[in-house]
């Protein structure tokens, strides 16, 4: 279904430059696609295989390492000796005039502490390149979350300012009929119509607010920009699964990006200072040798004849003195290491403090949105019972304009509120690294 839904919308998306295609979305659907398709996701996710790599990279020290080389060297002069033979002085030449020399090398470790824990370090590498696709991934969720909520508020504002310009118009056309009757001077027509004409600066900012969190979040999913995108559900749905989400959460820290990339660090320079040590350890190491051997004078390419000789080494490298250089570098991991957990300490209590933080503003903002949407009744309630008194000429355009007012302020302080909620939990969900379950 996953694959299915990312393939419709990259069809869409393909005929964005002929026109503007328009789809509705949840936002966990939107969320699949922008997992799917983000350059930071997929970068991250390179990374992850390059430590793979590197990973072999070091595990490939373990092998035999085999080399082929071929020398060939050309006497310009021979080395000359000089002898003493019976009292006679006698001049020898020494040497041929070409030399060919090839064969293999083949070298092997035997013992190679520092090797050893490098695979290891590796490993962990890995898991820090994976923990930083997990943070780019729960980075990318929250962006998402937060793009599609605006949205919802831009869409749910510009309704309310759609029916306080409605109100607007209709009052302005009964000020005209009333006028024709003689019951309205002049003065209430023309007020009445000012009005909606001040309105309409505040839609066509709405239009505009609706169309910027269209694109913004299009962006974020990576999609063709031209591509409509209207949510499936309002933000006044959202608002009957989203309490207790501050009863039912697990506020433990142990799934902090923040605070797994530091314990990782953590390991990492654990392995570092082992690393250190080992560098007192002596190595021992296999070699063997198959060359091939020949000596000619005149042609380079004539009277060649090849001659096979091989050796088998050990060689035993111990450490000594190295001017204080492997001492320094293993006390300048255990200081990081110290360093490490002073900050984890510190990131621990500012975690803490920051998601009980999160967890008040939620719970205000529960209180809140009650509170927003009996305002809304009592506004609507209120701006009803004004308008059939100004209907009947009870009521002065004045009080039916505050009345107008007051309702609409009420809407959209309960849409903010919702609004506010809704961020406020997808933050949490960042801070405690919940991952996405997806749909």
């Not at 071929?70 to 020494?94: F, N, P, V």
Request: with cysteine; aromatic share 8%; glycine share 4%.
């Amino acid at each position: 279904m996953k694959r299915f839904c990312i393939s419709a919308l990259l069809a869409i998306s393909t005929l964005g430059a002929l026109r503007a295609e328009s789809v509705t979305l949840t936002r966990e659907e939107c969320i699949d696609i922008a997992l799917s398709t983000s350059p930071t996701v997929k970068v991250a996710d390179m990374e992850v295989q390059r430590m793979e790599y590197a990973k072999r990279e070091s595990q490939s020290g373990l092998y035999p390492t085999i080399d082929f080389q071929a020398a060939y060297q050309r006497s310009i002069e021979l080395q000359t000796i000089r002898m003493d033979m019976g009292g006679q002085s006698q001049t020898l030449k020494m040497g041929s005039d070409n030399t060919w020399n090839m064969g293999f090398n083949a070298t092997l470790p035997l013992i190679a502490p520092q090797l050893w824990k490098s695979i290891n370090i590796s490993q962990t590498q890995i898991l820090n390149a994976m923990e930083s696709a997990r943070a780019s991934r729960l980075d990318l969720v929250n962006q998402v979350n937060k793009a599609y909520y605006a949205l919802l508020l831009a869409i749910a504002s510009r309704e309310v300012v759609q029916q306080n310009y409605d109100i607007a118009k209709l009052n302005a056309d009964l000020y005209e009929k009333q006028f024709a009757a003689g019951t309205a001077s002049e003065y209430d027509v023309l007020r009445s119509s000012v009005q909606v004409k001040n309105l309409e600066p505040e839609l066509l900012q709405a239009d505009i607010a609706v169309r910027q969190c269209k694109l913004q979040l299009v962006v974020l999913m990576g999609v063709d920009y031209t591509l409509d995108v209207e949510p499936a559900v309002t933000l006044k749905d959202m608002q009957s699964d989203m309490y207790g989400y501050a009863l039912g959460a697990d506020t433990g820290l142990g799934n902090n990006s923040s605070l797994r990339t530091l314990d990782i660090n953590a390991k990492l320079l654990d392995q570092t200072i082992s690393l250190r040590k080992r560098a007192w350890i002596p190595t021992l190491g296999a070699s063997y040798n198959l060359n091939w051997l020949s000596l000619s004078n005149g042609s380079p390419f004539k009277n060649q004849s090849f001659n096979p000789y091989s050796n088998v080494a050990l060689a035993l490298n111990v450490p000594i003195f190295s001017g204080g250089n492997k001492y320094y570098a293993l006390k300048q991991a255990q200081a990081q290491r110290r360093e490490l957990d002073l900050q984890r300490e510190n990131l621990v209590n500012s975690l803490q403090m920051q998601v009980e933080l999160a967890l008040d503003n939620i719970n205000r903002e529960v209180m809140q949105i009650k509170s927003s949407e009996e305002n809304v009744h009592q506004a609507e309630k209120a701006y009803q019972i004004m308008q059939k008194s100004f209907e009947i000429g009870a009521a002065t355009y004045l009080n039916l304009r505050d009345s107008e007012l007051a309702n609409t302020a009420a809407k959209l302080a309960y849409y903010q509120s919702i609004y506010n909620y809704l961020c406020s939990t997808s933050e949490l969900d960042l801070l405690l690294g919940k991952d996405y379950q997806g749909r």
